[in-house]
């Protein structure tokens, strides 16, 4: 039997993203006692992430464990996310025409843990060790952008750029994050990008363009396909007649409840489009396989912008609770194709 070509997809939102990068954690464990020396990108064909699952893709195709992607929430979230009023208050209201969040911390982070995972030269897409996908939007010729490793004769450019600034692109979300531009120059060539923001916009949950990508691009048939969805818990955002009228401030700051609730409605559409599909293509008998992981935190929502020691704590724990209940599962979909 010929062996499914497996894809992973992480969702986005933000130190939400702790949840996957445990649940990760707890299946390279496990995988490891069987065969120790395969790292967690070997059992995956093509890797798609988007936003904060942008960040794991593509740790993840660096061969950076798990278990330290773990720790990378823990160590960093107050610095990528500090208390936004230490923001406001030194440049009074100049936040009104800004980002809650400076990117730069985040920047310098993924450039050094990057380049660390790549034996101190800065990364390209080009060394990623396996097939990445990340959705971004091009803010300067309003584009959809999905920026991808050279596994397709066709694809002359993204895996020139440095892996650090894709993910930054990929995690610019509005709001939270200016539009993040950079320029590079290395052996392959040079160029720019401008106001990059937050693949998620469009494409939260990227598992619709793993899916895409091995048919169209890569020339799979649909029943060669093996996909596992990772989520970053899924909300309720419930907006009560009761309270007061809705203005921008409600809407956009402190907390930008418009932005978390268009995240969180295209990881659900999409969740049913793949379903959609799937059943769709069953009926003709070339059904892929399709496990999607998503805990429901109901009401009691986390904020992307998390950063105390408590929710990190929590995510750690929704996490761990998700592999005692679900890794069995994941394992069992992994051996059989």
């Known amino acids: 039997m010929k062996k499914?070509?497996?894809?992973?997809?992480?969702?986005?939102?933000?130190?939400?993203?702790?949840?996957?990068?445990?649940?990760?954690?707890?299946?390279?464990?496990?995988?490891?006692?069987?065969?120790p020396e395969k790292k967690l990108y070997e059992h995956f064909d093509l890797i798609c992430g988007t936003s904060t699952g942008s960040i794991l893709a593509i740790a993840i195709a660096l061969g950076i464990p798990a278990s330290d992607l773990v720790k990378f929430y823990h160590d960093h979230a107050k610095i990528i996310f500090p208390k936004w009023y230490l923001k406001v208050i030194p440049r009074g209201v100049r936040v009104l025409a800004s980002s809650i969040y400076s990117n730069k911390p985040l920047e310098k982070i993924l450039e050094k843990v990057f380049t660390e995972a790549n034996g101190?030269?800065?990364?390209?897409?080009?060394?990623?060790?396996?097939?990445?996908?990340?959705?971004?939007?091009?803010?300067?010729?309003?584009?959809?952008?999905?920026?991808?490793?050279?596994?397709?004769k066709d694809y002359l450019r993204d895996y020139k750029l440095p892996a650090?600034?894709?993910?930054?692109?990929?995690?610019?979300?509005?709001?939270?994050f200016p539009p993040h531009s950079f320029s590079y120059s290395n052996e392959f060539g040079s160029g720019k990008n401008i106001n990059m923001i937050d693949g998620g916009i469009?494409?939260?949950?990227?598992?619709?363009?793993?899916?895409?990508?091995?048919?169209?691009?890569?020339?799979?048939?649909?029943?060669?396909?093996?996909?596992?969805s990772l989520g970053t818990g899924k909300g309720k955002h419930i907006i009560k007649t009761g309270w007061k009228p809705k203005d921008i401030w409600y809407w956009l700051f402190p907390k930008p409840r418009l932005l978390d609730i268009i995240l969180d409605s295209q990881s659900q559409i999409t969740e049913q489009y793949i379903n959609f599909l799937n059943r769709a293509c069953e009926k003709s008998g070339n059904g892929f396989d399709y496990l999607r992981i998503q805990y429901d935190l109901g009401g009691d929502t986390i904020d992307l912008n998390a950063a105390s020691k408590k929710d990190l704590d929590r995510l750690e724990a929704i996490g761990d609770e998700l592999a005692k209940n679900e890794l069995i599962k994941i394992i069992n979909h992994l051996k059989t194709n």
Request: aromatic content about 4%; overall charge positive; charged content about 20%.
């Open 4 to 35: 499914k070509f497996r894809i992973l997809s992480i969702d986005g939102g933000g130190t939400r993203g702790l949840i996957p990068a445990k649940l990760l954690m707890e299946l390279e464990r496990e995988l490891q006692k069987t065969e």
């Open 120 to 152: 101190g030269k800065l990364p390209l897409l080009n060394d990623l060790k396996t097939k990445v996908c990340i959705p971004a939007f091009n803010g300067n010729d309003g584009q959809i952008n999905v920026l991808k490793t050279k596994h397709h």
């Open 164 to 176: 650090h600034q894709v993910a930054l692109s990929s995690a610019s979300a509005p709001v939270y």
């Open 202 to 228: 469009f494409a939260n949950n990227p598992s619709l363009i793993g899916v895409l990508e091995a048919t169209e691009k890569l020339g799979l048939s649909f029943s060669e396909i093996s996909l596992l």
